[in-house]
Nanobody
Framework: QIRLAESGGRSVQAGESLRLSCTASGFTYRPYSLAWFRQVPGKEREGVALVTSGGRYIKYADSVKGRFTISRAKDNNGAFLHMNNLKLEDNAMYYC???????????????WGQGTRVSVSD
């Protein structure tokens, strides 16, 4: 059974750093694209960062460029999101997703984790 599991979310103060982890299991092949999305109540889920197999292509949302770094696990079946200089607007539930296209369109991702919450306060 394919499963994605996120971890690492917690409460921090603005300016601090966090590392989120996404563990993937059950895949018989390496998902082409692993992505992090985030969502706050009342808003659509938005793409934050994605990385393709082997780390060949990486994309970031403009709002996190220069602050967040995505990397793929050595076995290529998981991913990390290093978040520096966290801001209040980074408050959200963060989801890991796996799919076949390197695009920030949630409908293109077949597998999702349950999410991990990041709370930033000043």
């Amino acid at each position: 059974q394919i499963r994605l599991a996120e971890s690492g979310g917690r409460s921090v103060q603005a300016g601090e750093s966090l590392r989120l982890s996404c563990t993937a299991s059950g895949f018989t092949y390496r998902p082409y694209s692993l992505a992090w999305f985030r969502q706050v109540p009342g808003k659509e889920r938005e793409g934050v960062a994605l990385v393709t197999s082997g780390g060949r292509y990486i994309k970031y949302a403009d709002s996190v460029k220069g602050r967040f770094t995505i990397s793929r696990a050595k076995d290529n079946n998981g991913a990390f999101l290093h978040m520096n200089n966290l801001k209040l607007e980074d408050n959200a539930m963060y989801y890991c997703a796996a799919g076949g296209e390197a695009i920030f369109d949630p409908s293109k991702y077949r597998w999702w984790g349950q999410g991990t919450r990041v709370s930033v306060s000043d």
